[in-house]
C-alpha cells in the first residue's frame, strides 16, 4: 500500500518558521515529481511548491517565493518544506503529493497520491 505521510505542523506566531516533511512508503518516487497544496477552511486547495524528480528544478506560488524552500532527498523517499517568515494567510492544511512524471506539475487534479494533510496554524 503507497503511503505519503507528512509532518511537522503545528501552531507559531508570525514571522516564525516551521518545517515539513513527507515520508513515502510502499513504493519509491525517486523518478516522480512531487508537491505541497494546501487548503484554507472555505477556500479551494491550492498549489504550493514543486520539484522535479532529481531535486534540480523548483516552482513556487508567487506568495511564498523567497520565504518557502522545496527540497526532497531520494535516498529517504523524503521530501520537505522549509517555511520562513511564516503570516497569518499561511494558515491551511498542508499536503504532500505526487505525480507519475519527472517534471513539476502545479495542477492538483493530475496528482496520483496524495497524504493526509498536516495543520498549520500561524497567530498573529
Known amino acids: 500500500q503507497v503511503q505519503l505521510v507528512e509532518s511537522g505542523g503545528g501552531l507559531v506566531q508570525a514571522g516564525g518558521s516551521l518545517g515539513l516533511s513527507c515520508t513515502a512508503s510502499?513504493?519509491?518516487?525517486?523518478?516522480?515529481?512531487m508537491g505541497w497544496f494546501r487548503q484554507a477552511p472555505g477556500k479551494k486547495r491550492e498549489f504550493v511548491a514543486g520539484i522535479n524528480w532529481r531535486g534540480g528544478a523548483t516552482n513556487y506560488r508567487d506568495s511564498v517565493k523567497g520565504r518557502f524552500t522545496i527540497s526532497r532527498d531520494n535516498t529517504k523517499n523524503t521530501m520537505y518544506l522549509q517555511m520562513n517568515s511564516l503570516r497569518p494567510e499561511d494558515t491551511a492544511v498542508y499536503y504532500c503529493?505526487?505525480?507519475?512524471?519527472?517534471?513539476?506539475?502545479?495542477?492538483?487534479?493530475?496528482?496520483?497520491?496524495w497524504g493526509q494533510g498536516t495543520q498549520v496554524t500561524v497567530s498573529s
Open positions: 510502499g513504493r519509491t518516487f525517486s523518478n516522480d515529481a
Open positions: 503529493a505526487a505525480v507519475l512524471t519527472s517534471g513539476i506539475v502545479t495542477t492538483d487534479r493530475f496528482y496520483n497520491y
